[in-house]
């Protein structure tokens, strides 16, 4: 069975804090890893990541992929409390029935 | 305004009644996808389309159909809504199967 396991669960840090959230995965016929963040309605596109070892940035964001170790990283630098958001990490595999198997996301709070 | 469109915003149902929820997008995107979220569970895939005229069964596709009669239209179905399908759905879409997604804003269901 798929797994995505994303961690911490939750974290709380102040503002200018730089954070790492975690994403491990086990599945077959791996394609993509996908990074969403979640605020108080849907989900928004962050990365999708395909190969290992190639960092992919956007503003105060960057992520990271190992497909060796089965993982990938999000940093945040310099953290604003706009960044409070669930982040969630999904993983998509293909083969017979296409898959897209999410994490159960990581909360993150950033108080002033 | 490009994007994804969902309808209602929010229901409550009776057990055994018969609903469908909406979902259209203007970004002549392929492949269109639902989901329900649900608290400790996360997001799982219920029912996927990777192009008009076809669809496939997601994660959790039990007591849900879908149509995708067109390019921009991608109902979801509950034939005989139970209280286990209260939840929040979300649709999405991606350019291409497999792409990033862009989800919609969601609808709050709830079986009573």
């Known amino acids: 069975e798929d797994k995505v396991v994303q961690s911490p669960l939750s974290l709380v840090v102040h503002e200018g804090d730089t954070v790492t959230l975690n994403c491990s995965y086990e599945v077959t016929n791996f394609r993509s890893l996908l990074w969403y963040k979640q605020e108080k309605k849907a989900p928004t596109f962050l990365f999708m990541l395909t190969s290992s070892g190639i960092e992919k940035k956007s503003g105060r964001l960057s992520s990271i992929l190992d497909k060796k170790e089965l993982f990938s990283i999000l940093n945040i630098t310099a953290t604003q409390t706009g960044d409070s958001a669930i982040y969630l990490c999904a993983v998509e595999s293909s083969g017979s029935n296409y898959k897209l198997t999410f994490g159960k996301g990581t909360l993150l709070t950033v108080n002033p | 305004i490009a994007g994804i469109t969902q309808a209602p915003t929010s229901q409550i149902l009776a057990a055994g009644r018969r609903m469908t929820l909406r979902c259209t997008q203007d970004?002549?995107?392929?492949?269109m996808y639902w989901y329900r979220q649900d608290l400790g569970l996360g997001l799982r895939l219920i029912h996927y389309s990777n192009t008009a005229g076809t669809t496939g069964k997601g994660e959790v596709p039990d007591g849900y159909s879908v149509s995708r009669a067109n390019t921009d239209d991608f109902p979801l179905t509950l034939a005989s809504a139970v209280p286990s399908q209260t939840s929040v759905y979300f649709c999405?879409?991606?350019?291409?199967?497999?792409?990033?997604?862009?989800f919609g804003p969601g609808t709050r269901l709830t079986v009573t």
């Open positions: 970004m002549r995107h392929n492949a």
């Open positions: 999405a879409s991606s350019q291409v199967w497999g792409a990033e997604q862009y």
